[in-house]
């Protein structure tokens, strides 16, 4: 699994970044069961193996710990922003599916679930409840990736390629899992807690809460 910067593996497994192995092991057999292609079918074979790289890291206590130095690097790093309440926990999304949620985009559209915004900004329509309880859902779509046989950095010296007829790029199936912690506000973005590999744009989704003005 890459270590992009939008990876969060506890996010992923649905644990705080202080669970103890005993909790993370847990949490990845739950998820491991349920995300298993051979019981969730061939469209959940990238959850299963985000989930498997999240567990591969953080059961490592040595990965584990590289881990969470990056992830607090890339924190500091970022753009500063509005300092949040010193006093308020932060909680984490807890492990259960929230279906209403969850599906292949062109269905959660025609529901009117989600409204695409643009090219990298969805929307996602919650009720009260859904943002109080919080959880987790998996979105799939497909997406455009970099052509795995000719989108290099030789690719101007690349003749004609079979695989994407030359347009550099090839659409794939992308599940997106989202984390939506408890108490999600109208507004917030979720971003996915991991991309496909060589995406050309990036999505991300907007929380809007139902019966919120």
Not at 97 to 125: C, K, N, Q
């Amino acid at each position: 699994m890459g270590g992009s910067p939008n990876d969060d593996y506890y996010g992923l497994l649905g644990v705080d970044a202080g669970a103890s192995a005993a909790e993370v092991r847990r949490a990845w057999r739950r998820l491991a069961l349920r995300w298993h292609p051979d019981r969730a079918g061939q469209s959940a074979k990238f959850i299963f193996q985000t989930i498997q790289g999240a567990y591969s890291v953080l059961a490592d206590p040595v990965a584990r710990a590289a881990y969470d130095r990056r992830v607090g690097a890339a924190r500091h790093s970022a753009p500063a922003q509005a300092a949040p309440d010193a006093t308020a926990p932060v909680r984490r999304a807890p492990a259960v599916m929230l279906h209403r949620l969850s599906g292949p985009l062109g269905g959660l559209l025609a529901g009117g679930v989600a409204r695409r915004v643009d090219a990298g900004t969805i929307e996602l329509f919650i009720s009260a409840d859904e943002a109080s309880q919080g959880g987790m859902a998996t979105i799939s779509m497909q997406v455009a990736v970099r052509c795995p046989a000719c989108a290099g950095p030789d690719a101007a010296m690349v003749g004609h390629c079979a695989r994407c007829g030359s347009k550099r790029t090839v659409d794939e199936l992308f599940s997106a899992w989202l984390a939506v912690r408890p108490g999600v506000s109208d507004g917030a973005v979720l971003n996915p807690s991991a991309l496909l590999p060589g995406m050309v744009q990036p999505v991300s989704f907007r929380v809007r809460v139902r019966g919120t003005t």
